[in-house]
């Protein structure tokens, strides 16, 4: 059973850093690309990015690049996502989902993220 388990939010103020984790069980992490989305309140969807199953391949929404790092441990599968200069409107539900054959097939229940002063 494919399990993934997002870890990491919290409050932090504009202008701060957090590191969010996802570790996934029940499936052959290396072998799969993995995104990050978000839905900040009362909106729908945003992608943030995803990686490539080796690592070595990331995409950002244009709004993220610069700010926001993806990367990830296939010995440990774990997906981090890494974020720096948060401003308010980063303030959403963070979720890592797992690509399927017509595209994301599975999802964790998600970290809040809160930024504010």
């Known amino acids: 059973q494919v399990q993934l388990v997002e870890s990491g939010g919290g409050l932090v103020q504009p202008g701060g850093s957090l590191r969010l984790s996802c570790a996934a069980a029940?499936?052959?992490?290396?072998?799969?690309?993995m995104y990050w989305v978000r839905q900040a309140p009362g909106k729908g969807l945003e992608w943030v990015g995803n990686?490539?199953?080796?690592?070595?391949?990331?995409w950002y929404a244009d709004s993220k690049k610069g700010r926001f790092t993806i990367s990830r441990d296939n010995s440990k599968s774990t997906l981090v996502l890494q974020m720096n200069s948060l401003k308010s409107e980063d303030t959403a539900m963070y979720y890592c989902?797992?690509?399927?054959?017509?595209?994301?097939?599975?999802w964790g229940q998600g970290t809040l993220v809160t930024v504010s002063s």
């Open positions: 989902l797992k690509d399927g054959v017509w595209g994301p097939d599975a």
């Open positions: 990686v490539h199953p080796n690592g070595g391949v990331t």
């Open positions: 029940g499936f052959t992490f290396s072998s799969f690309w």
